[in-house]
Nanobody, 116 residues
Framework: QVQLVESGGGLVQAGGSLRLSCVASGRTFSQYAMGWFRRAPGKEREFVAAASASGLRTIHADSVKGRFTISRANAKNSVSLQMNSLKPEDTAVYYC?????????WGQGTQVTVSS
């Protein structure tokens, strides 16, 4: 059974930093891209960043480009999101994601709140 567990969220002032981590279990994930999404209050869930299976290729949403960096450690079945220069509009629940054979798996989410 695939499980994704996020951690690292919290309350931070604008301009601050947080590092989110997601540990996956249930199978080997080194064959699959992994990513982060977020859902802000009253909004749809949106894509934040993704890393290829090897971690060598990454993509970031325009809204976070230059501030957030995704990375993964396949030996640890984990993916991280380093978030710098946080803004109040980054406030959201952040979800780890992996898609395996057309099935999307999600973690429970971790709350990130950025105060102005």
């Amino acid at each position: 059974q695939v499980q994704l567990v996020e951690s690292g969220g919290g309350l931070v002032q604008a301009g601050g930093s947080l590092r989110l981590s997601c540990v996956a279990s249930g199978r080997t994930f080194s064959q699959y891209a992994m990513g982060w999404f977020r859902r802000a209050p009253g909004k749809e869930r949106e894509f934040v960043a993704a890393a290829s299976a090897s971690g060598l290729r990454t993509i970031h949403a325009d809204s976070v480009k230059g501030r957030f960096t995704i990375s993964r450690a396949n030996a640890k079945n984990s993916v991280s999101l380093q978030m710098n220069s946080l803004k109040p509009e980054d406030t959201a629940v952040y979800y780890c994601n992996v898609r395996i054979i057309s099935v999307n798996y999600w973690g429970q989410g971790t709350q990130v709140t950025v105060s102005s």
